[in-house]
C-alpha cells in the first residue's frame, strides 16, 4: 500500500514526460492530434485522485495515522541524510484527496477552453507537471523535499502565467510572480537552515523536526517561526507579497483555476500547519499571522470592490479568502482553516471556471462592464456560477458558509474581537464585490458594450461546472460542528479549543448573514435597480490600488535600478574592470620594456652574455674572494 503513495505523485510527473516528448515530436517530426494529448492530460490526474482515494479509505478502515514511503537517499553529509520519501499522514491526505480532484475537473475544463491553441501539448505538459510539484509539496516528508515540490510550483506558474510569451505583458507578469516568490523564498530557505543548524543532526524529517524542537533555543523559535511564515507571504499572497496574484491572470483561465484552487497559492497555509509543532510554541508570531491575515483580506476584498477585470476580482478575492484561512492557522484552529482550503478549492475553482466560459463566449471580453445579460448565454454557466458566488458569500446551505462562519466563531470566542469584526466587515465586502460581478455579468441588460452572438461551450467545458457545483453547495457539510468528520480527522494537529453556547453560535450566524445580505442588496440597488454602470469606476484611491504596486516602483525597483547603476559604474568598472584593465596595462608596459632585450641581433645577445661573465667574474674577485 505504501508504493500508492510514490505513484500519486508519479503519475502526473510521467505524464509532464510523456506529453512534453508527444510535443516535441509535434513540432519537429510530425503532428499529432489533438486526442492523443487530451488522454494522456486527463487520464494522469484521475490515477493520482484514485490511488488518493485508496490511500483515504485504507487509513480510514485500518485506522492508520501515516504511511510512509522512501524512495532513496538523495543527500548524505556527514551523519546527515536528507531521502526522497513520503508521507501520507492525515494532514497530507486531506490535502491530495482534494487537490487531485480539482486538479483532474480543471485538466477536463482545460481541454475545452484550449482546444485549437498551437501550444496544446506543451500547456497539458506544464499543467501535469504543476499537479505533480504540489503533490510533491503536500507529500514530502521533510522540508528540503517539500522546498523541491515549493520551487517546483514555482517554476511551473511560471511558464504558465508566461504561456503567452510573445505578450510582453504576459511575460512582465510571469517575471513578477517569480521575483515576489523568490523574496519569500528566501526567508523560507533562511528558517529551515536555522532550524537545521540546531536539530539537524537529529534528524531533519518533519516527525523528527517534531519531536526534537525543544532543542531549539527559545529566543530563535520566533525568528524561526516568523522566517518561514515569509515565504508563506510568498506563496500564498499576503501583504506585502500579495501583488504578484492579481497580474498572474495573464495566464490562460484554467491555469488561474489551477493557482487559486488546488495548487500553489495553498501551499502556504499547508506550511503552517505541517509546521504547527512550532508555531504551538510561538503563539506570538501566531497572532501576528492571524493579523497578516485579516489585513491581507480587509485590504483585497477593498481592491476587488473596483475592479473591472473579471479574473482579477476573482483574484483579489483569492487574497481575501487566503486570509480568513491565515486567521485561523495563526490562532491555532487548523482544522477551521484547512476546511476552508478544502470548500475554497471547489467554490473558487468553479468561480475561474465559470469567469472563462463567460470569456469565451464573449470572444475574451475581460471587462465585465462591457459585459451584461449573459444569463441567456448558458444557463448552466449562470446557474453554477451563482451557487458559487452564494458559496464564497457564505450564504446557507453552501460549502463557504461552514468553512467561514467556523473560522469567525473560532476568532470570536477566543477573544480576538478585533479579527473578528474584521473578517465579518470582510464578509459584507465580499457579498458585496461578488454580487457586483455577478449582476453586471449576468443580470445587466445594459452595458457599455454588448457582444451579441456567444460562442458555443464544450461539453468539456460545461461538465465540470456541474460537477464543481455540486461540490460548492455540499462540500460544508463534511465539517458542521465540533465533531464534524474534518474536525475528528485533522484533530492530531493540537489546534487551539474554545467552548460556545448553542444561543452564542445561533446569534452569531444570524450576524453574520445580516451583514452578508446587506452587502448583497447593496449590490442589488446600485447595480440592477439604478443600473449603474461606470460612476467611479476609473478613478480614486481603491481604484487604483491605493498605488501599491506604483509605490513598490518608486521605493524599491527604481533605488535597486540606482543601486545597481551605481555598482556597476563605480564599483564594477571602477574597481574590478578598472583594476583588471590596470594590470594588464601595467603588465603591457613592462613586458615593452622587456622586449628591448629579445630584438633578435646576435650582436645584442653576444653583448649580453659578455656583460653577464663580466658580472660574475667580478663577483668571483671582489666579493667571494
Known amino acids: ?45 484521475f490515477v493520482s485522485f484514485v490511488f488518493s482515494l485508496m490511500l483515504f479509505l485504507y487509513m480510514t478502515v485500518k485506522n492508520q495515522t501515516k504511511i510512509s514511503y522512501i524512495a532513496f537517499k538523495w543527500l548524505k553529509i556527514g551523519d546527515f541524510d536528507v531521502n526522497i520519501a513520503f508521507l501520507a499522514d492525515r494532514l497530507s491526505i486531506f490535502m491530495i484527496l482534494f487537490i487531485t480532484f480539482i486538479g483532474w475537473m480543471i485538466h477536463i475544463y482545460a481541454v475545452g477552453y484550449m482546444k485549437g491553441d498551437k501550444g496544446y501539448g506543451k500547456f497539458f505538459a506544464y499543467f501535469n507537471l504543476f499537479l505533480g510539484m504540489m503533490l510533491v509539496l503536500v507529500l514530502a516528508d521533510n522540508p528540503v523535499f517539500m522546498f523541491f515540490g515549493w520551487e517546483g510550483v514555482g517554476l511551473c506558474s511560471y511558464l504558465l502565467i508566461g504561456f503567452y510569451y510573445k505578450d510582453a505583458d504576459n511575460v512582465k507578469a510571469a517575471n513578477k510572480a517569480f521575483i515576489a516568490n523568490r523574496i519569500g523564498d528566501f526567508g523560507f530557505v533562511s528558517g529551515l537552515s536555522l532550524l537545521f543548524l540546531y536539530i539537524g543532526k ?55 483555476a489551477l493557482i487559486h484552487a488546488a495548487t500553489m497559492v495553498t501551499a502556504g497555509v499547508y506550511m503552517v500547519s505541517r509546521f504547527h509543532f512550532l508555531y504551538e510554541l510561538t503563539p506570538n508570531v501566531g497572532e501576528f499571522i492571524a493579523f497578516i491575515g485579516a489585513a491581507s483580506s480587509l485590504f483585497a476584498a477593498l481592491i476587488a470592490m473596483k475592479q473591472r477585470d473579471i479574473k482579477k476580482i476573482l483574484a483579489y478575492s483569492t487574497i481575501s479568502q487566503l486570509g480568513y484561512m491565515f486567521v485561523a492557522v495563526g490562532l491555532g484552529f487548523y482544522s477551521a482553516g484547512l476546511f476552508h482550503v478544502f470548500t475554497h478549492a471547489f467554490f473558487k475553482a468553479l468561480l475561474f471556471m465559470g469567469a472563462g466560459a463567460v470569456i469565451l463566449q464573449l470572444h475574451h471580453e475581460q471587462d465585465i462592464f462591457k459585459m451584461g445579460d449573459m444569463k441567456n448565454g448558458s444557463k448552466t454557466v449562470y446557474y453554477t456560477f451563482l451557487v458559487a458566488t452564494l458559496a464564497i458569500c457564505g450564504i446557507f446551505p453552501f460549502s463557504g458558509f461552514f468553512s467561514k462562519d467556523e473560522i469567525l466563531l473560532g476568532a470570536f470566542e477566543s477573544g480576538h474581537y478585533a479579527l473578528w469584526a474584521v473578517e465579518l466587515f470582510t464578509a459584507g465586502l465580499t457579498a458585496y464585490y461578488m454580487f457586483r460581478l455577478f449582476f453586471t455579468v449576468f443580470i445587466s441588460k445594459k452595458s457599455d458594450k454588448r457582444v451579441n452572438r456567444c460562442e458555443k461551450l464544450s461539453k468539456f467545458v460545461l461538465y465540470p ?62 447595480f440592477v435597480k439604478t443600473d449603474a454602470k461606470n460612476q467611479g469606476e476609473l478613478r480614486g484611491v481603491i481604484y487604483n490600488k491605493f498605488y501599491i504596486d506604483e509605490i513598490y516602483d518608486r521605493v524599491f525597483i527604481k533605488n ?35 622586449s628591448v632585450s629579445q630584438n633578435g641581433n646576435v650582436r645584442t645577445y653576444a653583448f649580453y652574455m659578455l656583460l653577464g661573465v663580466s658580472v660574475f667574474f667580478t663577483y668571483l674577485l671582489y666579493v667571494a674572494g
Open 202 to 256: 537529529y534528524g531533519f524529517d518533519f516527525l523528527s523536526l517534531g519531536s526534537h524542537i525543544d532543542k531549539v533555543p527559545t529566543l530563535m523559535l520566533p525568528l524561526i517561526a516568523f522566517l518561514l511564515f515569509v515565504g508563506a507571504m510568498g506563496k500564498s499572497a499576503q501583504i506585502p507579497l500579495y501583488v504578484w496574484l492579481p497580474d498572474a491572470m495573464a495566464g490562460p483561465t484554467p491555469v488561474s
Open 1 to 45: 500500500m505504501s508504493s500508492l503513495v510514490l505513484w500519486v505523485v508519479l503519475s502526473p510527473l510521467i505524464g509532464s514526460l510523456l506529453l512534453g516528448a508527444l510535443y516535441l515530436s509535434h513540432i519537429k517530426i510530425t503532428k499529432i492530434k489533438e486526442r492523443y494529448f487530451t488522454m494522456i492530460a486527463i487520464f494522469t490526474p
Open 560 to 594: 535597486l535600478q540606482r543601486l545597481s547603476l551605481f555598482i556597476s559604474q563605480n564599483i564594477d568598472k571602477r574597481f574590478i574592470d578598472g583594476g583588471v584593465m590596470a594590470a594588464a596595462k601595467y603588465f603591457y608596459r613592462f613586458s615593452e620594456l622587456i
Open 465 to 526: 461546472l456541474v460537477v464543481l457545483a455540486i461540490g460548492s453547495a455540499t462540500a460544508g457539510f463534511v465539517g458542521i460542528g465540533e465533531n464534524g468528520f474534518v474536525q475528528k480527522w485533522l484533530s492530531y494537529l493540537g489546534e487551539n479549543g474554545y467552548e460556545v453556547s448553542f444561543t452564542t453560535q445561533m446569534y452569531l450566524i444570524v450576524l453574520n448573514t445580516a451583514v452578508v445580505l446587506t452587502g448583497i442588496g447593496t449590490a442589488y440597488l446600485k
